[in-house]
């Protein structure tokens, strides 16, 4: 069974931007996380969504929004790239949303903003 | 709110030594416990989870029990090797919201 795919991989953005990242979870999992990882803040949930709804989302700004299609496919989107947006951007898929789900994450997309 | 904490790395140790990694939390539910690998420039691997008290979760060697009067979940291996190098994240899920990371803990073999 295929793992969660992340495109792209790598990005090179300028402040100001904004960019799509997309996540295709496993198959027959409707659950998908974002998060983004940092250096200095680690580990840091940004949204949750179930079924093509949001369930859940982190203390971001606005400028980070996200969306899920009817095939459980995910985009997050970040608009008006600041530089402190540089980081490591993982999905994470799970069959359901309940604590005792699994999640498992993709490899992730390096996003640098220069 | 949740909260989880790890021992401050990196955790050097030498190929077939005892690892431990401690864990402990904070929730105001009856979360779900997991252990997390990341290597190098990938994302992050699932090691073990354990979703309720006494419970021990384990994956390649690697134990941790879910325990509640102590509200830790440490992560132990007998034997490490030099394979096992890499960053280890506990984490809880209480109810239906996200997963909640610990700093993470580096753990360097050497042979």
């Known amino acids: 069974k295929a793992g969660v795919t992340q495109t792209p991989r790598y990005l090179i953005k300028t402040r100001g931007q904004q960019v799509t990242l997309s996540c295709s979870p496993i198959?027959?999992?409707?659950?998908v996380s974002w998060y983004q990882q940092t250096p200095g803040q680690g580990l840091q949930f940004l949204f949750e969504?179930?079924?093509?709804?949001?369930?859940n989302k982190g203390n971001f700004p606005g400028r980070f929004s996200g969306r899920q299609f009817s095939n459980s496919r995910s985009e997050m989107n970040v608009s008006t790239l600041e530089l402190g947006d540089s980081a490591l951007y993982l999905c994470?898929?799970?069959?359901?949303?309940?604590?005792?789900?699994?999640?498992?994450f993709g490899p992730g997309t390096r996003l640098t903003v220069t | 709110g949740d909260s989880v904490t790890q021992m401050e790395g990196p955790v050097t140790l030498s190929e077939e030594a005892f690892l431990t990694i401690n864990c402990t939390y904070t929730?105001?539910?009856?979360?779900?416990l997991f252990w997390y690998v990341q290597y190098p420039g990938e994302g992050l691997q699932l090691l073990l989870k354990?979703?309720?008290?006494?419970d021990k979760g384990s994956n390649k060697g690697f134990e941790a029990t879910y325990r509640k009067e102590t509200t830790s979940f440490h992560l132990e291996k007998g034997s490490v090797q030099v394979s096992d190098s890499a960053v280890y994240f506990c984490?809880?899920?209480?109810?239906?919201?996200?997963?909640?990371f610990g700093s993470g803990t580096r753990l360097q073999v050497q042979p």
């Open positions: 929730a105001t539910g009856y979360p779900s």
């Open positions: 984490a809880l899920r209480d109810g239906g919201r996200a997963l909640t």
């Open positions: 969504y179930f079924s093509e709804t949001q369930r």
């Open positions: 994470a898929s799970s069959r359901e949303d309940r604590a005792g789900s699994e999640q498992y």
């Open positions: 354990a979703t309720k008290a006494d």
């Open positions: 198959s027959g999992h409707r659950s």
